[in-house]
């Protein structure tokens, strides 16, 4: 039997990567297990060479731990050095190598849902680790303008510099002088009582016709996002479809073996 889990705080437990790949394996009839491990964060390094030690195959890692890791590693993939954030571990002939499937996983969510990236202008809320994923996919997919909104205006320049966007405050954005054809969501928020402001600033923002919103959330009964969706008719996502693309990424890391994105949705749904 093979061992992969996914590495966090006590937010392991919250998880929903050890229901869609426990799931997928039943299905595929894989002889694996997908276990959460909660971490104290004095204990990363302990943690990482356990992988090692006791021959774990793979492993997620997410929140808050996607960079604390990177100093154990072996060998980081080109994204994972651009990004600088790390999601996916292999274990392989005693070397851990260091992936990002959330931003590869965000780019098939593009391809698969024929979401038309090339040239376009893009706007991403929010300048954490998860924004910086989404903007490398933006710009592999060749996104032509791409703008982040943040609600600090020193992370904000700082990201837009290092990403080279173009970047601005939240309460700057004006969607009718912008005129983006994509909106991303990669702040925490995403219902009124996680920010009463952010959902107001959201819910009262003057629209323009835009064609896709996107989410990185979901699980949430009234999404901020979707009604800015609905209010300028444009398609919304939330973020089970990148959940699922980048659990499938992963496992191809992982094994060399393809599973169809639908596969790991299903238990989503
Ligand atoms: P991740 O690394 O997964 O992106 P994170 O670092 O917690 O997670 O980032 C969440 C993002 O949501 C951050 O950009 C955060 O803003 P700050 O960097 O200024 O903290 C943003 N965010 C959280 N709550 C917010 C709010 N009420 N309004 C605007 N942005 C918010």
């Known amino acids: ?30 002889d694996a297990v997908y276990v959460p491990f909660c971490v104290h964060e004095l204990q990363i390094e302990n943690a990482i060479n356990g992988i090692k030690g006791l021959g774990i195959i793979g492993v997620n890692v997410t929140v808050p731990y996607k960079q604390t ?29 260091g992936y990002n499937t959330d931003a590869s996983g965000l780019m098939d969510v593009f391809k698969g849902k024929k979401i038309p990236i090339k040239n376009c202008t893009a706007l991403v809320f929010g300048t954490g680790g998860a924004s910086r994923a989404v903007l490398y996919a933006l710009k592999k997919s060749g996104a032509q303008t791409i703008f982040i909104a943040g ?38 928020v995403s219902a009124p009582e996680e920010s009463q402001e952010l959902s107001e600033y959201i819910n009262t923002m003057q629209v323009d016709k835009v064609s896709q919103v996107i989410d990185i959330n979901y699980g949430r009964i009234y999404n901020i996002w979707k ?17 699922a693309s980048q659990a499938s990424r992963s496992f191809y890391i992982w094994a060399g073996k393809q599973i169809h994105v639908d596969k790991y949705m299903e238990p989503l749904l």
């Not at 990177?70 to 994204?79: A, F, G, M, N, T």
């Open 227 to 243: 009604n800015l969706a609905n209010r300028m008719d444009a398609e919304f996502l939330d973020g089970r479809s990148m959940l």
């Open 69 to 97: 890791v990177l100093p154990y590693l072996d060998i980081q993939s080109d994204e994972v050095r651009e990004i600088g954030a790390v999601n996916t571990i292999l274990n392989k002939n005693g070397k851990l190598y």
């Open 151 to 188: 609600r600090s205006r020193k992370k904000t320049i700082k990201l837009a510099d290092q990403m080279s966007v173009k970047g601005l405050m939240i309460n700057e954005v004006n969607i009718a002088d912008l005129k983006p054809d994509v909106v991303i969501n990669t702040t925490s």
């Open 1 to 30: 039997m093979k061992i992969f889990g996914i590495m966090s705080d006590e937010r392991a437990f919250r998880s929903k990567s050890p229901e869609i790949h426990n799931y997928v394996f039943k299905k595929a009839n894989i």
